[in-house]
């Protein structure tokens, strides 16, 4: 049976969930205009005031917020309140040197703690299991935002952390954690190392898993289930937004719910800007109707993906987002061909190579290069130079279709890609424009 | 009676060699026959050991990717030919070799011997006992 942490709003009528909107919306865009002069601003370039906002289908008439907004406003240019109602800061770092920090009160910690409490709930935990947080603390989100789920929810919390991946096991076995949060990348290792030391599926006490943060395939997804003997859930989240929560993944494992009583999320061309009809892949771009400190508005995540309001065979009503195929931040453009870190992941999973690789991409004689290195499996390894070089061809045409690209592919040494605790470092870009 | 053979996943770097050379060492382990197999991003080391068992934990303790199977490990006759003689009744047997290298069988008796890959290795050892050719097993090579 489906268990919700808030039934009554994740299972709300369409109806119900655009009069919320509506609602929030409308207070917040005058919250925004009367307190964060830098929007305010925004507004009146675009000669827009509070009275044009009357409802979600006013919304396109707002200007946007960009990464770049959040560069130049660093560090107090967005806040939507006093910072003395303001009782937390989280921080990531932004892809161009500044690093983002965000602002929360307590009303937006505790939204932002039901959010993944609702995430958590989804996965079916309760008050009975034991939930094991082993993303970061501190300044990245994943760690307190689950944390404070887990909480809500009333699982015993270990707050491992990241890191030192004998004492995760040791407190997974001995504690019986049922629940496992971290990046999957980390869950894999995990899963990995637990398979080293003898562990199989069913010696491992865990039943579920909520793995965000990084992007992820489904073929990772399978494999993490199947080391580990758990149901494999994604959660999405930016630091901007709150953190982890802002949407996730149900029972059905088809998309992740956006909790569309605090987030209103549009999908928008990345190049006009044009709002797309539903079903589109494009730029997912968010709106915070709930925040008080931190209150985004339009602000674009860089993330394509596409939206669906198909019913969900788990009861929840709220839209869900499907896995963004990449972040355009992660998106590297080579020999004009966009190409996501995930897509080459997929390919390498498809082949039966272990999920650890690095892209190097490079410039020779004015053109870019692709070297994608992977560590040799004993899977993958035989006596015989012919049989390896044909398994290296098979991968080198399954990138060729997936990316419509050449890419070299480079076996190295086992354990020789630095391994990640916490995000992976999967790129490195040589190219010096 | 086939031997196993271990093979061992080297990246092109100096030293790569050495490091394996020298987990074996440090661990007592005796290499009987050893061949080396290079592309130009990485090589493979073909060894064969003593304690086949022992030897690919030690390796694996030491995070090489390694891989074993079955060779045929024949003695050369001693005579003028003895190498030609022996491809001759691996042609007419029909027996496919992928590769093949040779080792000093013994200390005292320093006879020749080859190490070879074929396709089918258990189908092509009585064939080549058949025809008077002396195939060494794992314990053969630990009397040497
Ligand atoms: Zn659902």
Known sequence: MERYYQEEIECASRETIRNIQNEKLVKQVRHVWDNVPYYRKKMEEKGVTPDDIQSIDDLYKLPFLSKNDLRTAYPYGLLGTDLKNCVRIQSTSGTTGKRVVAFYTQHDIDLWEECCARAITATGGTNEDVCQISYGYGLFTGGPGLNGGSHKVGCLTIPTSSGNTDRQIMFIMDLQATILCCTPSYAAYLGERMKELGYGPDDIPLKAGIFGAEAWSEEMRRDIEATLGIKAYDIYGLTELSGPGVAFECSAQQGMHINEDHFIAEIVDPDTLEVLPEGSEGELVFTAIDKEAFPMIRYRTRDICRLTREKCSCGRTHVRMAKPKGRSDDMLIIRGVNVFPSQIETVLLNNGYAANYQIIVDRVNNTDTLDVQVEMTPEMFTDNVGEIADRQRVLVDGLKSMLGLKAKVTLVAPKSITRSEGKAVRVIDKRKI | ?144
């Open chain 2, 1 to 144: 009676m086939s031997l196993k053979q271990i093979s061992v996943f080297l990246v092109n770097k100096p030293g790569t060699l050495r490091t394996m050379t020298g987990v074996l060492a440090a661990n007592n382990v005796d290499m009987r026959a050893i061949s080396l197999a290079e592309t130009r991003e990485y090589g493979i080391a073909r060894i064969i050991v003593d304690d086949v068992i022992s030897a690919v934990d030690i390796l694996k303790e030491a995070d090489f990717v390694t891989s074993v199977n079955s060779v045929l490990a024949v003695e050369v006759p001693d005579q003028p030919g003895g190498l030609n003689t022996l491809l001759e009744i691996f042609a007419a047997e029909e027996v496919n070799i992928e590769y093949m290298y040779s080792f000093i069988i013994g200390t005292e008796s320093r006879k020749a011997g080859m190490i070879f890959r074929v396709g089918d290795t258990s189908s092509a050892e009585p064939k080549l006992t058949a025809r008077g050719l002396k195939v060494l097993s794992q314990e053969d090579l630990q009397q040497l």
